[in-house]
């Protein structure tokens, strides 16, 4: 089996566990599909230049990928608690949501990160 395919295999898996954890997460009522957070979360991640880490491996993707992309998440991080608190400032809010920051920050790296892995395998697979 060609590496190229493996990579694609890989990719595969790590997406669908990206929709998973995206609907299963964040699925509330009637509300159908993926939040508006954990779409936002992959964007972010994807203008961040998600899937630029290296690796020769699937072992070594998978570390590089965490290794590499651990300065960002960390920002997204930082952006989600200022983005966060300056929504509960605009909103009128007396205080901000201490567990909606917490959902929101959580959502965002949890997407940014399997983002990240999902482009690397692909971005690999497509060298």
């Excluded at 060609?2 to 609907?23: A, C, D, E, R, S």
């Excluded at 997460?25 to 992959?42: H, I, N, Q, R, T």
């Excluded at 999902?118 to 497509?126: E, G, W």
Aim: net charge neutral.
């Amino acid at each position: 089996m060609n590496n190229k395919y493996l990579y694609m295999v890989v990719g595969g898996i790590i997406t669908t566990i990206w929709f998973y954890t995206g609907l299963s997460a964040y699925y509330s009522g009637e509300a159908k599909g993926l939040s508006d957070v954990w779409w936002f979360g992959s964007l972010l991640a994807v203008g961040l230049g998600a899937g630029s880490t290296g690796g020769d491996d699937c072992v070594s993707i998978f570390v590089e990928g965490i290794k590499g992309y651990i300065p960002t998440m960390i920002l997204l991080a930082i952006a989600a608690l200022v983005g966060s608190s300056l929504f509960a400032v605009v909103t009128t809010q007396a205080a901000p949501d201490v567990a909606g920051t917490a959902h929101s920050i959580i959502t965002v790296v949890v997407s940014a990160f399997l983002t990240n892995m999902t482009l690397s395998y692909f971005r690999k697979a497509n060298a």
